[in-house]
């Protein structure tokens, strides 16, 4: 059965307390200006992500929580995306990744549905990946199904297709975990609105959180954090 989301439960980890602590001192010690480089980061690569792979390449499409089972309005996006990178023949080989997001079925599942009702091309591949509940089980997992099918050959590249507000912390996960990853954004540009600043600010927070706690825990050799995101 997919996997229902939990996220929060991170916040009973020790080593995620042990990374928010080191955050918060880094924030109040830089008075601010660590967490508004992590800002400039995240809105630089939302910015410039292009919307097709240089290559032919996997698609690693991430999920949204569904509303009434169905996907939502950025998860729509990111199916809209990926439909149009195979009709244009950039894709051929689709991995939808999600678990439960609390309704009747998973977020890949919905994701295929969606991609079937809008003319899905009869030759692509598409995977689901029904066991994550988050970004990062996104990537473990699609990275335990792709280096299943290798056959010795190690991960192929992979285009991340995912909002633009999301590219900078699935690049990172990404990258740490062993993938060649390149972004693909899925709305055709930046928008500007209240709310998509507002999805900004928060992907800062969570890139400065997982990247500080990364880098201190290889200043003090904490193998337990590193592995984390491993």
């Known amino acids: 059965m997919p996997s229902n989301r939990r996220t929060w439960r991170y916040l009973r980890d020790r080593d995620v307390q042990h990374a928010a602590v080191v955050t918060v001192l880094a924030l109040v010690l830089s008075a601010g200006l660590v967490w508004l480089a992590y800002l400039i980061h995240v809105c ?23 509303e009434g089972d169905a996907p939502e309005h950025d998860y729509q996006q990111r199916l809209s995306r990926t439909l149009m990178l195979t ?15 609390g309704g009747q079925r998973s977020e890949a599942c919905a994701g295929h549905a969606w991609l079937q009702r809008h003319g899905l091309p009869g030759h692509v591949r598409v995977q689901l990946e029904q066991d994550s509940v988050d970004s990062l089980e996104n990537l473990r997992h699609a990275r335990r199904l792709l280096l299943a099918q290798a056959n010795d050959a190690g991960l192929p590249p992979v285009a991340l297709v995912t909002s633009r507000y999301h590219l900078a912390r699935c690049l990172l996960l990404a990258r740490r975990l062993g993938f060649t990853g390149l972004p693909v954004a899925a709305e055709p540009a930046l928008p500007r609105h ?9 992907e800062a927070s969570y890139l400065m959180w997982i990247d500080l706690g990364l880098r201190w825990a290889q200043l003090i050799g904490h193998r337990r954090m590193r592995a984390r995101i491993s």
Request: aromatic share 4%; glycine share 8%.
């Open 87 to 101: 009709q244009q023949a950039q894709v051929d080989h689709v991995l939808l990744l999600g678990g439960c997001s």
């Open 44 to 66: 630089r690569i939302a910015a410039r992500s292009p919307l097709v792979p240089p290559r032919r390449m996997i698609a690693l499409v991430f999920g949204r929580r569904l």
């Open 194 to 202: 209240r709310r998509y600043l507002g999805l900004l600010l928060l």
